[in-house]
Every structure is written in C-alpha cells, then in structure tokens.
C-alpha cells in the first residue's frame, strides 16, 4: 500500500506526525507532499524537526495569495505529482486550502481520498475552512471522523460509506506530550509568569484578523482581563497587531509563533486560553485548561458540553468574564481511544483490502 499525504500548513505537521510515525513503523510507503502554504521556518520547519516528520518528497513551493490562486497554484503542481507516484490513496487532514487540493486532485484522478478530521461542522459557509470541510468529505472515499458525532453530521448529509470512527490525532499527541512537560516548564520564565497567573491568546482567523472593528474589541477583550495575556503572534496576524498596538503599556506580550512543546507547556500551566484556533481549544481540553473561543461557533462541540470551552464571539465583556469563570468539574472522553494512528492504518488496509477482492 502506497499513502501520498498531502500537508501544508501548521496544524497539519502536528496531526501527521504520529501517523506518519504509524505508517513507516508498519513498512508502508508514505509520499509526504509539503504544498508549502506555511513557509516560515517557525510556521514549518520548526514543527518538523520537533516533531521528526520525514522530509517531504516533494515540496510544491506555493506560498501565499488568495484562495483561487493558491488553491490553484496547489492543483496545478500536485497533479502531476500524484500521476508519478501513482499511490493507493491520497491523505487529507482537516480543513486548509492544501486539504481541498489534495482532495480535488486526487479525486479527478480517481485515486481514493482519505480524509482525517471529516464530519466536522461550523455551519458557517462565510469560513473558507468550512467550503474545503465540506467538499473533501463529499469526495472523500474514507471518511476518518473523530467520533460519533461527527459520523451522525455525514449521515445526515447522506453519506454514511466509508465512514470510520478513529479518534483524534492531535488529542493523543497532545496526551502523549503532556506527560512530558516539566513541573516548571523555562518557558514561563521567558515571560516571567507563574503557573495560573497568566493567560494564553491565539488570534489567527481571517474573519478576526481583516476586520478591524472586530480586532479591536478583540483586544479589549483581551486587555480587560485580569492578568497577562502571552499572546503568540500568527503571521496573518502581525500587521494589525502592531497597527493597533497591541502590546504597548497593555498587559499583552506579544512573541513570535511558538514551537509545539513550548506552546503545550505554556499552556499547561495557564489561567485559561482565548482563541479561534481549533486546535488549541481541544489541548486546552486534553490539559483542563479552561478555553473562551474567540468565534460564534465550534465544531469541536463536545469541548463545550461541561464548560470546559465558551464561546464568546468578540464580544469584549463575555471574553473577559468568561477567562474569571470557575473550572469545570468534570470532562468526558469523547475524543476516541488514544490510538487515532492505528485506528488509521487499519481503515486504509481494510479499505485497500476490499478493493483488490
Ligand atoms: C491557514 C488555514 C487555517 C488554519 C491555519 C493554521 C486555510 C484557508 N486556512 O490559515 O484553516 O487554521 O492555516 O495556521 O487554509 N504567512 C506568512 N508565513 C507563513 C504562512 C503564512 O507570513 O509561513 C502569512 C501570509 O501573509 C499569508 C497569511 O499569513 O497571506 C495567511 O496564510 P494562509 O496560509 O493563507 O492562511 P492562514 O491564515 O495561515
């Protein structure tokens, strides 16, 4: 069996790392492709190295630009990457421009899709993330959903074959990295904070980041709460950062883009986090770390139902009355078994298996 996985941007190193892992530890061949949609080295190479992701064998170079040209830019150079290497499946995770390419790609080359992270739902067809969600799993031939929940949202959108409940790769890599952070991780004192006396921010959506009105209340949000704010600074983000100030004579400290076991760690030891990340909001989960979501909605739904995440839109009250609420009490499991990677392997060769017979 031959996997092509297709990454591209930040959140995709983490969720590949333990399946790329899984699948060289079993001898199956995996094409990785780096669309290059994060090219910094503290967005990319960083999360390889920390992470020991196999060096890409092809690195399509694409960068930044609008969705049409970038989504295009990816279609057009991996095309011919996927007809060379003629792999069993493509693989796709979550819900970037580099996951709606790979799709696309590999769907009109009738090559079977893998898609990691399917099922997931905002509702809210204004986020670019939702359009690539959506079309991936309508082309995708396994659909690897993190729980339930996310199989009941396929079925009532008819598709119910190929639909695999393997849990959540970023939910056990963040477990598996949890045991490791020190009592008192160094990266406290690069800011100077003490545990439970500081909170973490992530700002990166586009519908945070390029409207102005919505970053400043953002930001007072940000500003009235009652500690510091360790913000790391995405990219997208870095312009209007510093247009509108942020970080001078204000509680924020704004830093660069921190690399994964620095950021778990910081985290770990918070007061609680504000972020529109996705990702963020289940580690904060997997450390019981309180999280305010910094959107009008989640598909990470289940990290709502004890309170462990609100959802406080950029209203600059509720998000500095939600980071003074109580800790929740209890935490369900709803993100599978710990073994997303195997859970994986399994459906790829089980599916690989069917086809042949
Ligand atoms: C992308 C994903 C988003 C994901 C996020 C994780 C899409 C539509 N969005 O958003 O779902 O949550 O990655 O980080 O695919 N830039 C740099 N250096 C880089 C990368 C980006 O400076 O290495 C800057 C550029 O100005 C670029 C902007 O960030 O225009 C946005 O990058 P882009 O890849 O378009 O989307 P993200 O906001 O990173």
């Given at each position: 069996?031959r ?53 890409p064998?092809?690195?399509?170079n694409v960068?930044?630009?609008?969705h ?10 991996l095309?011919?990457?996927v007809q060379?290497?003629?792999p069993?499946?493509?693989l ?24 990691v ?10 986020m670019?993330?939702?359009i690539?969600?959506v079309?991936?799993?309508?082309v ?17 959108e ?8 393997v849990?959540?790769?970023m ?5 598996q990295a949890a045991?490791?952070?020190p009592?008192?991780p ?14 973490v ?14 970053f400043?209340?953002?930001?007072e ?23 509108e ?8 400290m704004l830093?660069?883009p921190l690399?994964?076991?620095?950021m ?7 007061a ?21 979501t910094?959107r ?15 959802l406080?839109?950029s ?6 009355a ?9 935490q ?5 078994d710990?073994h ?18």
């Amino acid at each position: 069996m031959r996997v092509l996985s297709v990454i591209g941007a930040r959140p995709q190193f983490v969720k590949a790392a333990l399946l790329s892992a899984e699948l060289a530890q079993r001898g199956i061949d995996e094409i990785l492709v780096h669309t290059g949609q994060h090219y910094d080295r503290e967005m990319s190479d960083v999360f390889f190295e920390e992470l020991r992701l196999p060096v890409p064998a092809h690195y399509l170079n694409v960068g930044s630009g609008g969705h049409g040209m970038q989504t295009g830019e990816m279609l057009k150079r991996l095309e011919p990457v996927v007809q060379r290497e003629e792999p069993d499946w493509v693989l796709v995770y979550g819900d970037t421009n580099s996951t709606l390419a790979g799709a696309l790609v590999a769907a009109k080359l009738h090559v079977p899709v893998a898609h990691v992270e399917a099922g997931l739902r905002s509702f809210n067809r204004a986020m670019p993330e939702e359009i690539n969600r959506v079309v991936a799993d309508h082309v995708a031939d396994l659909l690897l959903v993190p729980n339930e929940n996310a199989a009941k949202q396929l079925a009532q959108e008819g598709v119910t074959r190929g639909v695999r409940v393997v849990g959540d790769l970023m939910v056990d890599l963040a477990m598996q990295a949890a045991a490791q952070i020190p009592a008192r991780p160094p990266v406290l004192d690069r800011f100077g904070v003490k545990p439970r006396e500081y909170y973490v921010a992530t700002i990166h959506r586009a519908s945070n980041t390029d409207d102005r009105p919505t970053f400043r209340r953002l930001l007072e949000g940000l500003r009235a709460a009652d500690r510091p704010v360790v913000f790391p600074v995405h990219p997208r983000t870095r312009e209007i950062a510093s247009q509108e100030g942020a970080g001078d004579g204000d509680n924020l400290m704004l830093c660069e883009p921190l690399p994964y076991a620095q950021m778990l760690a910081l985290l770990s030891q918070s007061a609680a986090l504000f972020t529109d990340s996705g990702g963020l909001q289940k580690e904060a989960f997997v450390l019981k770390v309180p999280c305010v979501t910094l959107r009008e909605e989640t598909e990470w739904i289940e990290t709502l139902e004890d309170g462990w995440n609100v959802l406080a839109g950029s209203d600059a009250a509720k998000i500095a009355a939600a980071s003074r609420r109580p800790v929740p009490m209890r935490q369900g499991t709803p993100y599978g078994d710990g073994h997303a990677a195997r859970n994986i392997v399994e459906a790829l060769q089980e599916r690989t298996a069917s086809y042949a017979a």
